[in-house]
C-alpha cells in the first residue's frame, strides 16, 4: 500500500501501523510521532486508504477503508470492511518483524479496522490502539477472533463531547469486548472527536510499555 514510513531512529525493532479517519490521509497523524518521545527506536507506518464514494457524504469520492451507510450504527460495509482488514494484514506482514512487535493504531474509521483486523489476526500482536472509534462486525467476533489475540492489550480512548461517533457507542463496544473476555484499558477525555494532549501522553506509556 501507499504509505508514508517514519522509522525514529537506526534499526528499528517495532512497528506501529496507524491507519487514518474517514477523508484524511496518512499524513494526518504524521505529527504525532515526535510528541510520543519513545525512547526506542520505531517504525512508524501511516498508509493512505483507498479512494471510494461514501454514501454519508452524497457519494463523493474520499479516502475511506469502507462506506458508511448512515451515522449512528445501522447496517454495516462488510465487503468495504474485509477488503480493508486484508490491506491490514498485509501491511502487517510486509514489516519484516515479528507480529508481536508490532502494534496496530487507528483514529474513528482507522479504528474500527484496526479492532476488525486485529482481534482476528492470526499471529500474536503487541497491542491494538483504538482512538475515538467503536467495534465493527461486533457480532461475528466470537466466532471468527483469533486465539492468538485473546488477551492483547488493548488501549481505548474517546472524547466525552464526541459529536460524530458518541461516547455512548464506544462504551457499548468496550462492553462487548469485555463480555467476550478481552480486557481494554479505557480513558476518556473532554474533547470532541479528535486527540488531546493528555491522550498522547496515555498514548506514549502504553506504547513504551507493550513494546
Known sequence: ????RIETGPKPEAAVIWLHGLGADGHDFEPIVPELELAKPVRFVFPHAPVRPVTINQGMR??????????GGGPE???GLRA???LTDELIRDQGMPANRIVLAGFSQ?????????LRYPERLAGLLALSTYLPLAGKLSAERSEANRDVPIFMAHGSYDDLIPIDRAQASRAALEKLGYKPEWHDYP???SLCAPEIADISAFLSRVL
Open 77 to 79: 460495509d462488510e465487503a
Open 1 to 4: 500500500m501507499d504509505a508514508i
Open 110 to 118: 482507522g479504528g474500527a479496522v484496526t479492532l476488525l483486523a486485529g
Open 191 to 193: 474533547m470532541p472527536h
Open 62 to 71: 474520499m479516502r475511506a477503508w469502507y462506506d458508511i451507510l448512515q451515522l
Open 84 to 86: 480493508s482488514q486484508k
